[in-house]
T-cell receptor, first 114, second 110 residues
Framework: KAGVTQTPRYLIKTRGQQVTLSCSPI?????VSWYQQTPGQGLQFLFE???????NKGNFPGRFSGRQFSNSRSEMNVSTLELGDSALYLC?????????????FGNGTRLTVT | GENVEQHPSTLSVQEGDSAVIKCTYS??????FPWYKQELGKGPQLIID?????GEKKDQRIAVTLNKTAKHFSLHITETQPEDSAVYFC?????????FGKGTRLSVIA
């Protein structure tokens, strides 16, 4: 079974630009969660999607948004990029929603904002 | 908000020795506690998990213990090997999501 696939692996953007990251979950998994990983803050929850609906949202500004498609694939978008948005963005899928089942992570997208 | 504290932040052990990483959580409603291993350039991988109705779980050289009263849980790795070197994260379920500790960088010295 293929794992969680995230594209692209690396991105370099300039302040003020916007970016879209993509995530394909494990086949059969309907929940997709996004996390931001930085050396200082660790892994911080962005949001979770299940059956195309956002089920939960972390404490991030409205510049961070996401969506899920009918095939469970998900995208996240960051608008008006700031230097502090430089991070590893991780997507994780699970069979069910809600944080009480194992998350299966992709290898992440490394975003650098200059 | 919910906090998961993880200690130590770095840990060095000799090959063959045991390693213990400890985490505490604050939400008494937390009922799911996974542990993840992250190697360089990769995403975190689940290595073991425990639910609140169980006090201990073991999988070969890895074990996790949970003390609900004290709100802490620990990861134990026995007979450490160089390939155990990585960053380890604990997590606790909080209000329909997982909150992660800040991680422990484990170095196993051959």
């Amino acid at each position: 079974k293929a794992g969680v696939t995230q594209t692209p692996r690396y991105l370099i953007k300039t302040r003020g630009q916007q970016v879209t990251l993509s995530c394909s979950p494990i086949s059969g998994h309907r929940s997709v969660s996004w996390y931001q990983q930085t050396p200082g803050q660790g892994l911080q929850f962005l949001f979770e999607y299940f059956s195309e609906t956002q089920r939960n949202k972390g404490n991030f500004p409205g510049r961070f948004s996401g969506r899920q498609f009918s095939n469970s694939r998900s995208e996240m978008n960051v608008s008006t990029l700031e230097l502090g948005d430089s991070a590893l963005y991780l997507c994780a899928s699970s069979l069910v929603e809600g944080g009480n089942s194992p998350l299966h992570f992709g290898n992440g997208t490394r975003l650098t904002v200059t | 908000g919910e906090n998961v504290e993880q200690h130590p932040s770095t840990l060095s052990v000799q090959e063959g020795d045991s390693a213990v990483i400890k985490c505490t959580y604050s939400d008494s409603a937390s009922n799911y506690f996974p542990w993840y291993k992250q190697e360089l350039g990769k995403g975190p991988q689940l290595i073991i998990d425990i639910r609140s109705n169980v006090g201990e779980k073991k999988d070969q050289r890895i074990a996790v213990t949970l003390n609900k009263t004290a709100k802490h849980f620990s990861l134990h790795i026995t007979e450490t090997q160089p390939e155990d070197s990585a960053v380890y994260f604990c997590a606790a379920s909080v209000m329909a999501t997982l909150v992660f500790g800040k991680g422990t960088r484990l170095s196993v010295i051959a």
